[in-house]
């Protein structure tokens, strides 16, 4: 490296320092001292005591962990093919030569810029089992509506539907991906006889892979970490049907004053996360398109 | 020698580095601020909640002192104004001490565990009754029983005897803080419904002894009425939360545990009888759900809205909304007797004293100011607080924004109060029994059934508690 070369780089670290400090100090020292944290029993307020895998062996046993879990499953479960259906879908309409079409696009989008919390509060009133407006158009075609969040078998159900009001921010991405697909790869669709399925099928799909992949990963991240929904909304009921793993890794923090164990149950949540997203990014090889690169035996 | 022409390569490089460098003095720790001088407005301009108090004597300490003082509220800058001036007729009569308050904002009892947890200065500390023992039994307050014995100018028997409670500001047998907060629980009602529905009022039937939870309950249910958006309920009672059942209970003899905290006794036929009547009562739709209740707002809004008759198991700070109703009579009565007891639930909050804080002493001063009979007007005139001090007694009665206000220090004076078992593992065990009263709800369990289910679960906490923790054991009243 010559000397101008060195100079170059250290002027270049020094640059890129105020980051690299702040990512040390804000990011990678709290993960390494929750990683510690988690092999011990800490209040907050008294020294941590070192417990070993004590903590993970009570989360093992302990049921509401599982079933933070299993509500946390179902919904991801859920939620993410519904969310990236209904993006997509909304987002091939309004990839369409309509009349209105800015303000219809402003339209689906405005809700995901609102408030978690304002519109937590609006659907509690939209799915109020007697005079929410949800029910009143049921009872209209003669369906009796349930009590959504206040029944154990439609209070998860309805926080999931709920969560596609903001699907919004993820038809903007759809739109801009439905925009780049080259049109002549259309023209030549049409040219083989494909119909709009056909187009749909073999053109579109396969041509927003890509975002897809990014909404799938990003989608399933963003819903094993739900908090202000169930927080809310439910506050974890009735009696534990939407208790989301993170709300209860926040009430063994901050309310009952388990640190330690919540520190496990982040690092558990860490290594789900990276599990799937793992698996995601493996299985990707096989139906992602790759516009350039990619594996060549294919 | 140095050329002294810059090419733009080089420019640009050095804005770089000039631009790295300010972003690294912007991370670094900021410079001390600056000493805080007397407060500029004084008490020029008491806000409405800081009514002006008698200045305290001066004290003769010649150093700078920083009270770093935490109280919840809102992050709101007026607020915390407000707050601010509050401490000002300390702050002139202690000169050589800075009052510093925190916003904290929504999520207090977090902000202050995340504090002190993290070395953050905090000096005179409200602490919610039910987490203090949690701060005791993890060594993070100062006992007060040495500053109290020192100080001459201060006598505990200033507030009244009954507002220094077991679980909440003693625990075992030491002084944690000083009373601040809560009121008698009682029930708050629309007296036109009464009238309207030729009802006894509820105030008539106390004088005569009368007023009994089965006269309670007959009047929630002759008042409630109506359907959908029109549905007027006849009370509020609260299941998913597990301390608003704590007074139904007590009165009816029931408790969570035996005297010894040894078990869990909410599957008793004292506790399930009383848990079934309230659950019957949300079942009938006299009560409103959960679900009712966020849609018809809070308890306090729901009566001002006339959208509930009576509110029960509330304290005084009711009264900053209910007094702004102009439509109909509203007032306040004691809690109805139950089959064997009439009293209150009653844990006041505490002003505290970190073990961390470097100026007890100051925290201490602080302390008997904000707890103490001349800030206390201000708020009674507002209707945060009840007197907590009978010298207050007749102020109250005279100011306080509501009819009845004698229900409010009656039981306290007479001592017709009990705390609840406030223990380290507390807020674990409420979470406990709301989740089994709301399967009681949903109709998967009855009441014993839940309540069996709920003793197990209990039982091992308490065994955690006296195992881990056992000079904090809750007194079981």
């Given at each position: 490296m010559s000397r101008r070369q060195r100079h170059e780089a250290i002027e270049g670290y020094i640059a890129i320092s105020p980051w690299a400090i702040g990512y040390v100090v804000f990011v990678a020292g709290p993960l390494i001292a929750s990683f510690v944290l988690s092999f011990t029993e800490w209040s907050l307020l008294r020294p941590p005591k070192f417990v070993g895998i004590d903590t993970y062996a009570g989360l093992l046993a302990d049921s509401l962990f599982w079933q933070s879990l299993k509500v946390t499953g179902i919904y991801t479960l859920f939620y993410v093919p519904l969310s990236i259906t209904v993006g997509l879908g909304v987002a091939?309409?309004?990839?369409?030569?309509?009349?209105g079409l800015s303000l219809w696009r402003t339209m689906y989008y405005l809700p995901s810029i609102v408030s978690g919390v304002a519109v937590a509060l609006l659907w509690v009133w939209v799915l109020h089992p007697e005079f929410g407006l949800l029910n009143m158009a049921l009872s209209m075609v003669g369906i009796h509506g349930p009590n959504w969040l206040g029944s154990r078998a439609w209070a998860l159900p309805s926080l999931i539907l709920i969560a596609q009001w903001n699907?919004?921010?993820?038809?903007?991405?759809?739109?801009?991906?439905?925009?780049?697909?080259?049109?002549?790869?259309?023209?030549?669709?049409?040219?083989?006889?494909?119909?709009?399925?056909?187009?749909?099928?073999?053109?579109?799909?396969?041509m927003m892979t890509p975002i897809l992949f990014y909404q799938l990963v990003l989608g399933v991240i963003g819903a094993l970490q739900v908090f202000t929904e169930a927080y809310v909304m439910t506050n974890g009921g009735p009696a534990n049907a939407t208790l989301f793993y993170v709300l209860y890794l926040y009430r063994n923090a901050f309310m009952f004053f388990k640190m330690g164990k919540a520190s496990a149950m982040a690092w558990v949540l860490a290594v789900v996360i990276?599990?799937?997203?793992?698996?995601?990014?493996?299985?990707?090889?096989?139906w992602v398109y790759q516009e350039s690169g990619g594996d060549e035996r294919r | 020698m140095l050329n002294a022409r810059l090419t733009r390569r080089e420019a640009l490089r050095w804005a770089g580095l000039l631009c790295a460098s300010s972003a690294l003095a912007a991370c670094a720790a900021p410079a001390a601020p600056p000493a805080k001088e007397q407060p500029t407005e004084a008490a020029t301009a008491a806000p409405a909640a800081a009514e002006p108090t008698v200045a305290p004597q001066p004290t003769q300490v010649a150093e700078k002192i920083t009270v770093v003082w935490s109280f919840w509220g809102t992050s709101d800058p007026a607020f915390i104004e407000n707050q601010r001036k509050l401490a000002a007729p300390f702050m002139e009569s202690h000169p050589n001490i800075t009052v510093d308050p925190v916003p904290t904002g929504q999520g207090y009892d977090e902000k202050v565990l995340t504090m002190l947890a993290g070395g953050s200065?905090?000096?005179?500390?409200?602490?919610?009754?039910?987490?203090?023992?949690?701060?005791?039994?993890?060594?993070?307050?100062?006992?007060?029983?040495?500053?109290?014995?020192?100080?001459?100018?201060?006598?505990?028997?200033?507030?009244?005897p009954h507002t220094m409670r077991k679980n909440c500001q003693i625990i075992g047998g030491k002084l944690y803080g000083l009373p601040n907060g809560e009121s008698a629980h009682v029930i708050y009602f629309n007296a036109k419904m009464f009238k309207d529905a030729g009802l006894p009022d509820p105030r008539e039937q106390q004088e005569k002894g009368e007023w009994t939870q089965d006269a309670y309950f007959a009047a929630a249910r002759a008042l409630a009425k109506g359907e959908g958006a029109n549905k007027v309920f006849g009370t509020t009672i609260h299941l998913d939360d597990s301390n608003s059942v704590l007074q139904w209970l007590h009165t009816n003899g029931a408790r969570y545990f035996d005297k010894d905290f040894a078990e869990c006794t909410l599957n008793r036929p004292e506790a399930v009888n009383t848990i079934q009547r309230l659950v019957d009562l949300v079942k009938e739709k006299v009560a409103p759900t959960a679900q009712d209740q966020q849609a018809i707002g809070d308890d306090s809004s729901a009566l001002a809205a006339q959208r509930l008759a009576m509110e029960p198991?509330?304290?005084?700070?009711?009264?900053?909304?209910?007094?702004?109703?102009?439509?109909?009579e509203w007032d306040a009565v004691a809690f109805p007797r139950g089959s064997v007891d009439a009293s209150t639930a009653y844990g006041p909050h505490g002003y505290t004293i970190p073990v961390a804080s470097k100026v007890p002493e100051a925290a201490w001063e602080f302390n008997k100011f904000i707890t103490g009979p001349d800030v206390e007007k201000s708020f009674i005139k507002d209707g945060i607080f009840e007197c907590k001090h009978p010298v207050n007694?007749?102020?109250?009665?005279?100011?306080?924004?509501v009819k009845n206000a004698k229900v409010f220090i009656q039981w306290i004076s007479e001592g017709r109060v009990f705390t609840p078992p406030y223990n380290p593992a507390f807020p674990e065990m409420r979470q406990l029994v709301s989740n089994a009263l709301q399967l009681v709800l949903t109709g998967e369990k009855t009441v014993p059934e839940a309540m069996d289910g709920v003793k197990v679960d209990m039982d091992k906490l308490v065994k955690e508690v006296r195992d881990k923790w056992p000079d904090a054991i809750p007194v079981v009243e």
């Open positions: 091939l309409l309004l990839n369409r030569k309509l009349k699907v919004g921010g993820s038809m903007l991405i759809y739109l801009a991906g439905l925009q780049s697909v080259p049109t002549h790869l259309y023209d030549a669709a049409a040219i083989d006889g494909a119909g709009a399925g056909g187009r749909l099928l073999y053109v579109t799909i396969p990276m599990a799937l997203t793992a698996v995601m990014f493996k299985s990707s090889d096989r | 200065k905090l000096d005179a500390v409200k602490v919610s009754s039910e987490v203090l023992s949690n701060y005791v039994a993890e060594g993070a307050l100062l006992p007060l029983d040495d500053l109290v014995n020192k100080d001459t100018t201060f006598k505990l028997d200033s507030f009244y198991d509330w304290g005084i700070w009711e009264t900053v909304t209910l007094k702004e109703i102009k439509d109909f007694e007749q102020f109250f009665l005279q100011n306080a924004p």
